[in-house]
């Protein structure tokens, strides 16, 4: 009997899921004939808010996958991670990356079209263009529902009907995207934060635009003053996800925000005075060729307009031009830990199965972890076995524990305690803080802190390598 999984959506989790379904199918010894991954993608029939091209993996917001330290920071061991467990969207990261520093980002364009290739190669997975309008159809007995934060309003009232819970949503939003050759170099300067060298770097990758205290000051009050994007009115109480605050907003919370968020000058220093500005914006390269730059933490929501206006503000910007205006888009998550059971099986019908954003992840490497383990979860049941789940202290156990309710205070449950949660190590269980480091000198002070990441990391990819 031919064993099918249909996964529903191409974007990062369901291209991941694809790829793992393919993979294990390959290594368990069924042929393409005897096994085989329909990945169901509504673009470009239809087009959603945010997406412009009919890539499978569409990176629609940042061109950043964040930090790719693995020792140290928990999306850094993240990526190691599935880099072991054959990921095709690190593959297809690690193949396209541009200079950011410590972060690892990507030639979006040249990212996706690399992940497609590599979907349309595979001889165990098919794309069907064309949107599924409601439930799947009973005889497809292994769905995999990746259809992200943007799911197409007849799909999403199809869950929403058979789950009866009320739909969780929150607003999410773009940064600008600016051509290099529209930059005042004669303000502008190349370096990392602290001079720090990543993937594909050589420690001077980001453009920084400095302020004075008189422009910073001047530029949040034009902030909150500017024409924002009007609200529909069933939109109105939607809160936002904390960690992709609209510029905006930040201000809003007081003048000082951005100085201690994005716009810190921390581990920079204008060359032209050798002093530490007093604010800094800085830009990320978004494609290979070095000619497109995006502005880091400038997510917003102000209007067109004003967006060009305000930004041209910015020393350095003044005759901007702007490849891509910000703009903000409304995101919906399940409540996963009511309505999902491990393995990511719907408990009112367990043949759909859900990955992604949709979860209640934030961040692309996040909803690609989720296809990766669904992926092999689907596997599992089209081969009658039990699927096995992620370790614990590993950052994909970590993340599987945070959408099936591992992370909830005891008798909770309610709409209100889950929230879309970036892979943080306050997600991973806890370990004994190192006392000496590895030449058996005392560890002191804030190098405490750091020993205990180290750990962490350590442990954490000890386990994959086992479970992998």
């Given amino acids: 009997m031919e064993k099918i999984i249909h996964i529903i959506g191409a974007g990062l989790a369901g291209s991941e899921a694809a790829w793992q379904a393919a993979h294990r199918f390959a290594k368990a010894g069924l042929s393409s004939d005897a096994a085989h991954i329909i990945l169901h993608e509504m673009r470009p029939e239809r087009q959603t808010e945010a997406h412009h091209t009919d890539y499978c993996a569409e990176l629609v917001c940042s061109n950043s996958f964040r930090s790719d330290d693995k020792e140290n920071n928990a999306v850094g061991v ?5 880099r072991l467990a054959g990921s095709i969207i690190l593959h297809a990261a690690d193949a396209n990356q541009v200079p950011a520093g410590g972060a690892l980002a990507v030639d979006r364009d040249h990212f996706s079209a690399a992940v497609t290739q590599a979907i349309i190669d595979n001889p165990y997975i098919t794309i069907e263009r064309g949107e599924i309008t409601g439930l799947p159809p009973d005889d497809w007995s292994n769905v995999i529902i990746a259809t992200g934060p943007l799911t197409s309003l007849p799909l999403a ?28 170099f004669d303000k502008a300067w190349f370096q990392s934060r602290y001079d720090k060298v990543g993937p594909g770097g050589d420690g001077a990758d980001y453009i920084n635009l400095p302020f004075s205290e008189e422009e910073y000051y001047r530029f949040i009050d034009a902030l909150i003053a500017g024409e924002k994007t009007e609200f529909k009115e069933w939109e109105k109480n939607t809160p936002y996800f904390e960690g992709c605050l609209p510029v905006e907003v930040m201000a809003e919370r007081g003048r000082e925000t951005l100085r ?12 032209r005075n050798a002093e530490r500005p007093f604010a800094v914006m800085q830009l990320r390269q978004d494609n290979k060729l070095g000619t497109l730059y995006n502005m880091v933490g400038f997510q917003t929501k102000l209007k067109y307009g004003a967006q060009t206006e305000i930004f041209r503000m910015v020393p350095g910007l003044e005759k901007a031009q702007f490849a891509r205006l910000g703009g903000i888009h409304r995101n919906t998550f399940l409540n996963s830990p009511r309505l999902l059971d491990q393995h990511f099986c719907l408990k009112a019908k367990p043949c759909l199965r859900f990955a992604g954003q949709i979860t209640g992840v934030e961040g692309y ?15 599992a049941q089209a081969l009658g076995e039990t699927p096995h789940l992620p370790p614990p202290t590993s950052a994909l156990g970590a993340l599987h524990r945070h959408i099936t309710g591992g992370h909830l205070s005891e008798g909770a449950g309610s709409k209100k305690a889950f929230q879309p949660m970036n892979v943080n190590f306050g997600l991973f269980p806890e370990i004994e803080t190192p006392t000496h480091d590895a030449e058996g000198k005392r560890i002191k002070g804030k190098e405490k802190g750091r020993a205990r990441k180290r750990a962490l990391a350590a442990r954490a990819l000890e386990s994959v390598r086992s479970w992998v």
């Fill in 260 to 271: 201690f968020g994005p716009m810190k000058p921390v581990g920079l220093i204008n060359p």
């Fill in 78 to 82: 993240l990526h190691e991670e599935m």
């Fill in 157 to 184: 009232k199809a869950i929403h009907a058979l789950t009866g819970e009320e739909e969780l949503a929150f607003f999410d939003a773009i940064a600008p995207i600016i051509h290099k050759d529209s930059i005042n």
């Fill in 365 to 379: 490497l996040e909803s690609a972890a989720i296809g990766l383990l669904a992926g092999r979860f689907a596997v």
